[in-house]
């Protein structure tokens, strides 16, 4: 597990990145949580039924929700609070490590503040951290691309 937080003057240009751009767009996303003057709580599990058998994708994309998520957030007043739990699949982290279920990024922002946190789901439980090591590379690199300053705690 790695975690980060965003310095205060890179939120907008990583929020630019997550909001309007598709640098996050192949992304499944797992539950996305937005408090304004409500709360939205979004399950991201496909509606199968509502698909047929054109889907064989169990969560929706980011490239699919985030339009949604754009309408909710935008305007003059910026959200409380917002979490976004993102992974990528079973076929794409096994790419990573030969033992990866899944691999995620969670992502909370919350009174001014941006954190990250990755986490992995393994096939067989193993005590080996080499998947954790290899995810969390991963997005070190990713952020690294973006220019995001990645603060430890």
């Not at 797992?30 to 509502?50: A, G, H, K, P, Q």
């Not at 790419?95 to 990866?100: A, D, E, F, V």
């Not at 009174?111 to 439980?125: H, K, L, S």
Request: hydrophobic letters at 35%.
């Amino acid at each position: 597990m790695y975690s980060f937080y965003i310095d205060t003057d890179e939120i907008r240009s990583f929020m630019n990145e997550l909001i309007k751009k598709d640098t996050f767009d192949k992304f499944e996303v797992r539950s996305c949580d937005i408090t304004t003057f409500v709360t939205y709580n979004i399950d991201c599990r496909l509606n199968r039924e509502w698909y047929g058998s054109d889907t064989t994708r169990f969560f929706c994309k980011w490239e699919e929700l985030r339009p949604y998520v754009y309408n909710i957030i935008k305007g003059s007043k910026k959200p409380k609070s917002m979490k976004i739990v993102m992974a990528i699949g079973e076929k794409a982290a096994a790419k990573i490590h030969p033992n990866g279920k899944a691999c995620f990024i969670n992502i909370v922002f919350e009174e001014e503040r941006v954190a990250v946190v990755t986490g992995t789901a393994q096939i067989e439980f193993s005590l080996d951290k080499s998947l954790d090591a290899a995810w969390d590379d991963k997005v070190k690199e990713i952020f690294k691309k973006l220019g995001i300053t990645q603060n430890t705690y």
